[in-house]
């Protein structure tokens, strides 16, 4: 599961990492963003990479209600093929998530909090999250409602390093999978699974950051401090 990350570049500095234009107003940095947020995606648009936002945590076009959004904030990369509400924007609408990096919880032997980790590339370039998107309109509000774009991330079963903090872990394109992902063209859900595999050893490193993490309300950059283990025992701020 991916339920924290933080993301803390601009439009600009994401475009430029990604070869992208940019279609979005900046959203300003966070280093605890959590599900219903805004958050920035890497698109396909008129064949074009490009910088938009999406509110995180899918509402299927069929939804009654956005608050559905907030339990589809991640999809298992081994179903998405089969779930109905996945399998037809697996075809055709797929995006990428940027990442500095993101917050898991470790069950800690004698302590009763479980522990956050913090989870990064360890040669500190964005993480490249797969997802997916939609666009949803409140039938209730009248044929006028604006359309609510949203997005969740993909996860894959944990690599080495993450399998002792949690089973699950965001799925990570290396650059030479982006352009395949994002190609609206690509319909083979076969080679698109492919590349949804756990991060290879190596490229990952992870830390204990404080459990001040735990409120959403915090969203500061000493969210990412690195802490001793035993901080999992002192009260969040």
């Known amino acids: 599961m991916c339920g924290r990350f933080v993301s803390t570049a601009t439009p600009a500095q994401l475009a430029d990492f990604f070869g992208a234009t940019v279609?979005?107003?900046p959203l300003g940095p966070s280093y605890n963003v959590a599900p219903?947020?805004?958050v920035y995606a890497i698109v396909e648009a008129d064949g074009v990479p490009t910088v938009r936002s999406f509110q995180w945590g899918l509402v299927p076009i069929w939804a009654k209600d956005a608050k559905v959004g907030s339990k589809m904030i991640n999809a298992r990369a081994e179903t998405l093929?089969?779930?109905p509400s996945f399998k037809s924007l697996?075809?055709?609408?797929r995006l990428i998530v940027p990442m500095d990096g993101f917050y898991e919880w470790q069950a800690i032997a004698g302590h009763k909090?479980?522990?956050?980790m913090f989870i990064h590339r360890c040669d500190g370039a964005p993480l490249a999250v797969a997802g997916l998107w939609t666009a949803w309109k409140d039938k209730q509000?009248?044929?006028d409602a604006p359309w609510l774009h949203t997005c969740t991330v993909i996860t894959?079963?944990?690599n080495a390093l993450m399998a002792p903090i949690h089973d699950r872990m965001p799925a990570i394109l290396e650059r030479e999978q982006w352009s395949e992902w994002l190609d609206g063209d690509e319909h083979d859900l076969a080679a698109l699974g492919a590349l949804l595999a756990p991060a290879p050893a190596g490229v990952l490193e992870a830390y204990p950051v404080s459990t001040a993490v735990n409120a959403v309300r915090n969203k500061g950059a000493?969210?990412?401090e690195q802490v001793p283990p035993t901080e999992a025992d002192q009260p969040s701020s």
């Open 23 to 25: 279609d979005t107003d």
């Open 36 to 38: 219903t947020n805004d």
């Open 81 to 83: 093929a089969e779930k």
């Open 90 to 93: 697996f075809k055709s609408r």
């Open 113 to 116: 909090t479980k522990q956050p």
């Open 141 to 143: 509000a009248g044929p």
């Open 156 to 158: 894959a079963s944990a």
């Open 222 to 224: 000493e969210l990412i």
